[in-house]
């Protein structure tokens, strides 16, 4: 029962640069979610999905693509990578109005941009 | 809106030592709440949660309960470990806005034996 994965587990990116962030999970939850976390601070949400076709901003989405074209992948895009975009990148997914806590998270993506 | 304001860290204790760690919030409806922890160079796991007003959630030892009056959530172990040793998050979960987290700013703990 692999959850979420992510990959890679660390990138260093150069300015301008482009790349995807992988997720995947395997728990056929229709929601999916991809946070940043800056050092000091908590996770904030970037994109979300609450099923395949359906995407929707978060707070933080400047500079950041997704599509979700199945139910199990949902990749992050930076097109033009920046220093501020250097993070640790969660991705998670839950059921549909979960109230409790179902929520699992990847083990996160770590990116610099230098 | 919805938001978490969390003591700020780093938190260094003594093994054995009581822990508190402070977390309030502001949401709009019945959030859920939830601690999270963050071990070095991993993901977030799962702490403990509370659903409704005046549950406890507890779990390794640690325990917080859902204080609806006083919109709180904060995290009490009566004997910590050096294996306790990580970061700590206060998170609120609210279905009104598509299951998505709102989480605080993150605790530092470290434990010295």
């Known amino acids: 029962n692999a959850g979420v994965t992510q990959t890679p587990k660390f990138r260093i990116l150069k300015i301008g640069q482009s790349m995807t962030l992988q997720c995947t999970q395997d728990m056929n939850h229709n929601y999916m979610y991809w946070y940043r976390q800056d050092p000091g601070m908590g996770l904030k949400l970037i994109y979300y999905s609450v099923g395949a076709g359906i995407t929707d901003k978060g707070e933080v989405p400047n500079g950041y693509n997704v599509s979700r074209s199945t139910t199990e992948d949902f990749p992050l895009r930076l097109e033009l990578a920046a220093p501020s975009q250097t993070s640790v990148y969660f991705c998670a997914s839950s059921p549909p109005r979960t109230g409790g806590g179902r929520t699992f998270f990847g083990q996160g993506t770590r990116l610099t941009v230098v | 809106g919805n938001s978490v304001t969390q003591m700020e860290g780093p938190v260094t204790l003594s093994e054995e030592a009581f822990l508190t760690i402070n977390c309030t919030y502001t949401a709009t409806g019945y959030p859920s709440l939830f601690w999270y922890v963050q071990y070095p160079g991993e993901g977030l796991q799962l702490l403990l949660k509370?659903?409704?007003?005046?549950d406890k959630g507890s779990n390794k030892g640690f325990e917080a309960t859902y204080r609806k009056e006083t919109t709180s959530f904060h995290l009490e172990k009566g004997s910590v470990q050096v294996s306790d040793s990580a970061v700590y998050f206060c998170?609120?979960?609210?279905?009104?806005?598509?299951?998505?987290?709102?989480f605080g700013t993150g605790t530092s703990l470290t434990v010295i034996p």
């Open positions: 998170a609120l979960e609210n279905t009104n806005t598509g299951n998505q987290f709102y």
């Open positions: 509370a659903t409704k007003a005046d």
